[in-house]
């Protein structure tokens, strides 16, 4: 179930006293594009974090996972604000402090994709921890029925 933007354009700290048993919040983004020359099959943009952060002299955690665009608010950011801002920051121009590449993946790729494993961080291909995988999965499935929302409506008699 998709959320108008007045459910998520509210301050984290509010977010933070609806929920005090949680210690972080983050917001992340899923951008959808589709090939023209095949218009029926969408893509999902994915960043692969880096393996290590040299601003911070530290490994990475997840590092060589892929997951969308996201990260941690600023001080008086909204989750709408902390969204928008990570996107531009990571779909436009990689930090390679936090990714390393970026890939467009089909539903069937990200389906397919092997699960993270810590103990093997230089892991081959595509591999999601799987929370992010299944919230992916999920936003395909939204995307799916919009569209076909879409199209039983535009098959209705108009007045």
């Not at 604000?81 to 779909?91: K, S």
């Not at 995988?133 to 098959?155: C, E, N, P, W, Y």
Request: hydrophobic content about 35%.
């Amino acid at each position: 179930m998709g959320y108008a933007v007045e459910e998520v354009d509210i301050p984290f700290a509010n977010l933070q006293a609806k929920n005090p048993d949680i210690k972080r919040f983050s917001a992340s983004t899923i951008i959808f594009c589709r090939d023209p020359h095949n218009p029926t099959e969408p893509y999902a943009f994915l960043c692969q974090r880096a393996h290590w952060d040299h601003s911070l002299g530290k490994a990475n955690s997840w590092a060589g996972s892929w997951e969308t665009p996201g990260g941690s608010h600023d001080h008086g950011e909204s989750i709408l604000d902390t969204a928008i801002r990570e996107t531009r920051e990571e779909a436009i121009k990689l930090n390679p402090d936090e990714h390393m590449d970026f890939c467009w993946a089909t539903e069937a790729q990200i389906r397919d994709s092997l699960p993270y494993d810590a103990e093997k961080p230089q892991q081959e291909g595509l591999v999601m921890l799987e929370n992010k995988k299944k919230t992916i999965l999920d936003a395909f499935k939204q995307l799916q029925d919009s569209q076909l929302d879409m199209i039983v409506r535009s098959g209705e008699p108009r007045e």
